[in-house]
């Protein structure tokens, strides 16, 4: 059974930068895409960005430029470099597989940007 433990959220200033990392247990993490997921206050979980397994990756055009996500198979780890941060990118980050080939959610990592 796959888990998800997502970490380095936190506050930061509109314009600063975060790293997020996401550990999955459970085999075959490689041969599968992850995705970063948003949830702001109030609203649905969005995915905002994928990275195939083999290291494509795509995003939403509210991230485009600022965030690059990618992993290391390695470490079974998902991450999510978060540059120029907006208090709009506030919101419980959460990674997954995409839809369709989901597991169960993790805890997530809380970001808010504000200043």
């Known amino acids: 059974q796959v888990q998800l433990v997502e970490s380095g959220g936190g506050l930061v200033q509109p314009g600063g930068s975060l790293r997020l990392s996401c550990a999955a247990s459970?085999?075959?993490?490689?041969?599968?895409?992850m995705g970063w997921y948003r949830q702001a206050p109030g609203k649905q979980r969005d995915l905002i960005a994928t990275v195939s397994s083999s290291s494509t990756t795509n995003y939403v055009d509210s991230v485009k430029g600022r965030f690059t996500i990618s992993r290391d198979n390695a470490k079974n780890t998902v991450y999510l470099q978060m540059n120029s941060l907006k208090p709009e990118d506030t919101g419980v980050y959460y990674c997954n597989r995409p839809p369709g080939r989901q597991v169960d959610w993790g805890q997530g990592t809380q970001v808010t940007v504000s200043s």
């Open positions: 459970g085999r075959l993490f490689s041969h599968y895409s």
